[in-house]
T-cell receptor
Framework: SQTIHQWPATLVQPVGSPLSLECTVEGTSNPNLYWYRQAAGRGLQLLFYSVGIGQISSEVPQNLSASRPQDRQFILSSKKLLLSDSGFYLC??????????FGPGTRLTVT | KQEVTQIPAALSVPEGENLVLNCSFTDSAIYNLQWFRQDPGKGLTSLLLIQSSQREQTSGRLNASLDKSSGRSTLYIAASQPGDSATYLCAVEGGNDMRFGAGTRLTVKP
């Protein structure tokens, strides 16, 4: 199974509030996982990738952070949201054959 | 750092037309290249995956080619249909990450 779950589907949060987005995956153990953000009318920006529990690499310095508390769980967080954090957040997982599967995404609007 | 560019940004064609979407990348040291489709407000669906050692892949009316040395890929869509309307993104994988282009928004008019 290549099913990827993301929670919540949509979220509206005020500036300065905290954030926690969850991604859980099914299938092979210890998968590589990615967090991407897609701003309106723009391409996907790689935010974080993780090759295993507790292993996080950050691509873009910003007020977001990521954690990998369990093998199949990837969390995206922020202590204080900015307006510029609005966007569509996607969790992704490549298969053993490198085909990449994406979750359904979380639409975040910061007001 | 890998840079991926897609041309054109938007394309509108009448139904039945054959069309080509372009993708270019700056670093030829890639593992593979994928083409994705994204419908509005939805996640991405992988259409075709070309390994770095391959030249092309075909799936139904879709054909993707890869010229790694020149840093280019094309997605050919034959006999386009209104249901093909979506944003098409290419992505190159190298190391532990995957870099995306900004996409081409395709509209196929009935």
């Amino acid at each position: 199974s290549q099913t990827i779950h993301q929670w919540p589907a949509t979220l509206v949060q005020p500036v300065g509030s905290p954030l926690s987005l969850e991604c859980t995956v099914e299938g092979t153990s210890n998968p590589n996982l990615y967090w991407y953000r897609q701003a309106a009318g723009r391409g996907l920006q790689l935010l974080f990738y993780s090759v295993g529990i507790g292993q996080i690499s950050s691509e873009v310095p910003q007020n977001l952070s990521a954690s990998r508390p369990q093998d199949r769980q990837f969390i995206l967080s922020s202590k204080k949201l900015l307006l510029s954090d609005s966007g569509f957040y996607l969790c992704a997982k490549p298969t053993n054959k490198r085909r990449c599967y994406f979750g359904p995404g979380t639409r975040l609007t910061v007001t | 750092k890998q840079e991926v560019t897609q041309i054109p940004a938007a394309l509108s064609v009448p139904e039945g037309e054959n069309l080509v979407l372009n993708c270019s990348f700056t670093d030829s040291a890639i593992y593979n290249l994928q083409w994705f489709r994204q419908d509005p407000g939805k996640g991405l669906t992988s259409l075709l995956l070309i390994q770095s050692s391959q030249r092309e892949q075909t799936s139904g009316r879709l054909n993707a080619s890869l010229d790694k040395s020149s840093g280019r890929s094309t997605l050919y869509i034959a006999a386009s249909q209104p249901g093909d309307s979506a944003t098409y993104l290419c992505a190159v994988e190298g190391g532990n990450d995957m870099r995306f282009g900004a996409g081409t928004r395709l509209t196929v008019k009935p």
